[in-house]
């Protein structure tokens, strides 16, 4: 009996090492979506990509801003703004990190900000997942999709977060797309 007692109790352990040490220890992984794969099981239509992660817009209210949204509408559901399943990343870009004073505007430009601190560096324009669209470059000098105050970037913690966006090598290198990596 004691052998069989020292035998389960190792069993036991190991089972625990193999099995529950990691999931004790690491908790459980977050969902991830491969970017450009919309569906039920993928990124829906109902999402909305941004820095990566996938957000959960369907029961989303864009707070009261000029004539589009009366702080009811939804975005997904707003004409015009391709927003569902899509990358808006660049709503809400952030410019006060490593690539500060790197780049600079030029001296006709009308992008707002102080010195080098600009306020956004690339058009605030809602991209597709797939990337395969091409440079969409209106709005470019007016800042009005930008999402520039602290209250705008509070809003869009309090929506959920539904998991991660990864994309492959193999995205990257197809010509059919037009994606970059770049590292901050």
């Known amino acids: 009996m004691g052998l069989i007692s020292i035998i389960l ?9 193999t099995f529950g040490f990691t999931i004790s220890v690491c908790g459980k992984p977050p969902n991830r979506f491969h970017g450009g794969a919309i569906g ?6 109902g999402s909305v990509v941004i820095h990566g992660y996938d957000y959960n817009f369907t029961n989303f209210r864009h707070p009261k801003a000029g004539n589009t949204f009366n702080g009811t509408t939804n975005p ?3 004409g015009g703004w391709n927003l569902a399943g899509n990358d808006a990343s660049f709503l809400f870009q952030n410019t006060k990190g490593s690539c500060q004073g790197l780049i600079t505007k030029a001296s006709s430009s009308s992008i707002t900000g102080t010195g080098n601190s600009l306020d956004w560096y690339f058009p605030c324009n809602i991209y597709s997942q797939y990337g395969a669209s091409g440079a969409n470059l209106t709005g470019y000098e007016g800042g009005t999709n930008c999402h520039l105050t602290q209250s705008s970037r509070n809003q869009l913690e309090q929506v959920q977060v539904l998991g991660q966006v990864y994309y492959t090598w193999d995205d990257v290198r197809n010509s059919s797309r037009n994606l970059a990596v770049y590292e901050t």
Do not use: E, P
């Open 76 to 78: 997904l559901l707003t």
């Open 9 to 17: 109790v190792l069993m036991a352990s190991v089972g625990f090492l």
């Open 40 to 45: 039920d099981d993928f990124i829906g239509n």
